[in-house]
């Protein structure tokens, strides 16, 4: 039996959402894996090497239909690992897509400063410095 029998075997379709599932092993984080040329790898990357595509060394395979167990090739694309991550629902994703600061000002031009790779709201830093130096004169 070739490596491409024993994947489609491996496979049911989910015809509500036309993934291809993944009904072999899977790992803790539930992506599927498949034996594939003497080492394991993860199923939605044999699923592109099967379909033809070659997948560079700098970029990830992202599911757009957000099932880490699906291995159709449509479903998946070749991104960066950044784009991989803000697509996602990290933490990073979150605090990328967020538009205000937990307290409602706004992260824009004139509210907003970067400092050590996070956003900072000048607003609540004003906030916070007029707290500690009130503090300082009451002693």
Sequence with gaps: MTDAERFQAKIGIDQATG???????????????????????????????????RIPDDLQVD?????????????????????????????????????????????DVANTYHWRGHRVCRACNNAVSRRKRAKARAK
Excluded: S
């Design 63 to 107: 599911h757009l239909c957000r099932n880490r167990a699906c291995v159709n090739p449509d479903h998946l694309e070749l991104v960066t690992c950044r784009e991989n991550l803000m697509r996602g629902e990290t933490r990073a994703a979150h605090e990328a897509a967020a538009t205000h600061c937990r307290h409602g000002h706004p992260f």
């Design 19 to 53: 993934c291809w599932v993944w009904l072999g092993a899977r790992d803790q984080k539930g992506y599927g894996k498949f034996q594939f040329r003497g080492t394991t790898h993860r199923a939605h990357r044999v699923a592109l090497i099967l379909a033809g595509r």
